[in-house]
């Protein structure tokens, strides 16, 4: 069941209005919100909802051990307990297949030739973002960051609320579970902007995205050498706007519809195309994994406080595994890589030229851009043969035969909202909070008949559903 | 005037002097009604024979009670107490829940095609099939009142753009 569809707005139209009427009682509230949660999921799998209340079984139990040991050596088992325990699920639903091919492979370059057990197996659906959620609650809960949740429900409900479940935002335990304490409230604030968001998201996936998937990017990904340079640019520039449209207006839609169940989220995205580095990109991308990322591998790893080395090999690190979470993949292990690189070389410069004696900011963006985009060939690539098919295509001058006015305009305009003013949807939703609900109900049904009037039929799974 | 002055049961005063007892058995903790007790009986004394004037209790002050005419002043009547958080929250709930029926029903009446669309990609079952030919008469009927004409006129408008060649290719 995804966001942009009919049956999502029917299954919604039910949680509000269920969820708002059982606003006196917290507990009942959560449960169905719960329930709901798991219907969602069994959309795709029902199989999988075993999986998902194990998962929160696990860590909520982690979660209790911890809180009642006193002794640090077993609250350090405990923790380190959890942590693997997470990583078993996470690795061996999404990387046991990967590692037992490269396995293979490692053996049979050797000539120790080998039948290696290969299961087919299927990716469970945000997978990679209830585990991430389950290790930062048992690690919270270690810390002394986060009390532990009063309840298994809270837990089951932390991991399991739809709008984050199936790709994030990455949303911790310190940002939930105190919401979850009281029945939530819905203010006129959080409602307008919830609309907005959801519009604005509903348009960035299935007219921007869409067009661009369809038109450009898919044929030009499919079959590099077909292409010309102008094609091919064009392609990867599309590619760079489709995948911030595609996964920031998920983001999006999901902060807005937990904003008008009363929850609110933190934002994932920050204008990411206009950093000026890649240590900025990484402020503004996917903020949610970004911090995970530094607070769970890079801090433990020893952050930046052993030395400049040290620093630089740990970001390096955070970021090759960084990559690997996207999925198992060479292409994005070099993702990562590339990443982890560039930020290696922005402070090596910068312990060198000096703090803020860089390039202008102008020519820091250029650069940072490009940069991330020849990083979007390897992310958008399923091999490195058909990546760098594209990266020597960019050299073959011919006309450009995919490119159409409307296919530029898109791209010109998903760069352009790099743009805008920082907190517009935030500036527009408090200028438009007086108006009579008559009015707002006409605002957004007229915006929600815009995007369904242009949208191409059908909607494409979201790109990060498959991480 | 009575035309049947000697009949027993028309009481010869316009109001019957007495109730006669009530047939019905009193119910629990009933009090006797005032108007049947003795009225001649006095109600017992509170006079205190030792008792200097002086000392007895006076009167309460009357309590201030504003004429709400003149409290009212110029308003029309007197503003409401402010509403407390939970009233805001009850009213800002209200509020979305109307935005969202009222953008629901915009979209019933103006996108009805997308139902169509919808239901048309679903697996036949017993409830798509119910849903399909619902949608399709709702759309039919919204057609003909010419709701569906806004969402294809977006549509055509939007096709010419998405279709639109270079000038000279």
């Known amino acids: ?467 | 005037m009575n035309d049947r002055p000697d009949d027993p049961e028309i009481p010869l005063e316009p109001f019957p002097m007495a109730i006669p007892a009530s047939p019905f058995p009193p119910l629990e903790g009933e009090v006797a009604e005032p108007y049947l007790e003795d009225p001649a009986a006095d109600p017992p004394s509170d006079w205190i024979e030792a008792a200097d004037a002086h000392d007895l209790p006076t009167a309460p002050e009357p309590e201030l009670v504003s004429n709400p005419l003149v409290a009212l002043g110029r308003f029309a009547f007197p503003p409401g107490s402010p509403p407390d958080e939970e009233g805001v929250a009850a009213r800002d709930r209200r509020w979305t829940s109307r935005i969202i029926v009222v953008a629901t029903v915009f979209l019933l009446i103006f996108n009805a095609v997308s139902i169509q669309n919808w239901s048309r990609q679903q697996a036949p079952g017993w409830v798509t099939t119910t849903v399909r030919r619902l949608a399709d008469v709702w759309a039919e009927q919204i057609a003909q009142l010419g709701a569906d004409q806004p969402r294809q006129a977006l549509r055509d408008g939007y096709e010419a753009s998405r279709d639109a060649e270079w000038a000279g290719s």
């Open chain 1, 1 to 467: 069941m995804l966001f942009p569809t009919l049956a999502f707005g029917v299954f919604f139209l039910f949680v509000y209005f269920t969820a708002w009427s059982l606003d006196r009682e917290n507990g009942r509230r959560k449960l169905f919100l719960l329930l709901a949660s798991w219907f969602f999921y069994a959309q795709w799998d029902w199989r999988f909802v075993g999986l998902l209340i194990a998962s929160a079984i696990l860590n909520w139990g982690v979660a209790v051990l911890i809180d009642r040991s006193d002794a640090q050596g077993r609250r350090k088992w405990l923790v380190g307990l959890g942590v693997a325990c997470n990583l078993l699920i996470l690795g061996f639903f999404k990387y046991y297949g990967f590692f037992v091919e490269q396995a293979g492979d490692l053996l049979t370059r050797f000539g120790w030739e080998r039948d290696l057990p290969l299961l087919q197996i299927v990716l469970p659906v945000g997978i990679s973002f209830f585990t991430f959620q389950g290790i930062s609650y048992v690690v919270d809960v270690h810390r002394g960051k986060t009390p532990v949740a009063k309840s298994l429900l809270d837990v089951m409900l932390l991991m399991s609320f739809f709008p984050h479940l199936v790709a994030g935002p990455i949303v911790r335990a310190s940002d939930l579970l105190p919401q979850f304490d009281r029945a939530p409230r819905l203010t006129r604030e959080m409602a307008t902007h919830g609309l907005l968001l959801i519009c604005w998201g509903l348009f960035k996936k299935t007219v921007i995205a869409s067009e661009l998937s369809t038109r450009l990017v898919d044929p030009v990904f499919f079959d590099p050498s077909s292409y010309g340079a102008l094609d091919l640019l064009a392609a990867v520039y599309g590619y760079a706007v489709q995948i911030y449209c595609d996964f920031s207006a998920y983001s999006d839609m999901a902060i807005g519809i937990a904003a008008l169940l009363g929850y609110s989220f933190p934002r994932n995205f920050d204008q990411p195309y206009r950093a000026s580095s890649m240590q900025d990109f990484w402020r503004r991308w996917h903020i949610s994994l970004s911090s995970w990322l530094r607070d769970y591998l890079y801090v433990p790893l020893g952050g930046g406080k052993k030395g400049l080395i040290r620093s630089c090999l740990n970001v390096f690190i955070t970021m090759l595994l960084g990559g690997l979470w996207h999925g198992a993949a060479w292409t994005f292990v070099a993702w990562g890589a590339l990443h982890g690189g560039v930020q290696v070389v922005e402070r090596l410069g910068r312990s060198v030229i000096g703090e803020g004696k860089g390039p202008p900011a102008w020519l820091g963006v250029l650069v940072t851009f490009h940069i991330v985009c020849l990083g979007w060939i390897l992310f958008r690539a399923e091999t490195f043969p058909m990546a760098m098919e594209v990266l020597n295509g960019l050299g073959r001058f011919e006309a450009a035969t995919l490119v159409t006015p409307f296919l530029l305009t898109l791209i010109v305009g998903g760069l352009a909202m790099h743009w805008l003013p920082p907190r517009a949807i935030e500036g527009i939703s408090t200028w438009l909070k007086p108006a009579p609900s008559l009015t707002m109900g006409l605002l957004v049904g007229a915006a929600i008949l815009l995007v369904e009037a242009v949208r191409p039929d059908g909607v494409a799974p979201f790109i990060y559903f498959q991480f």
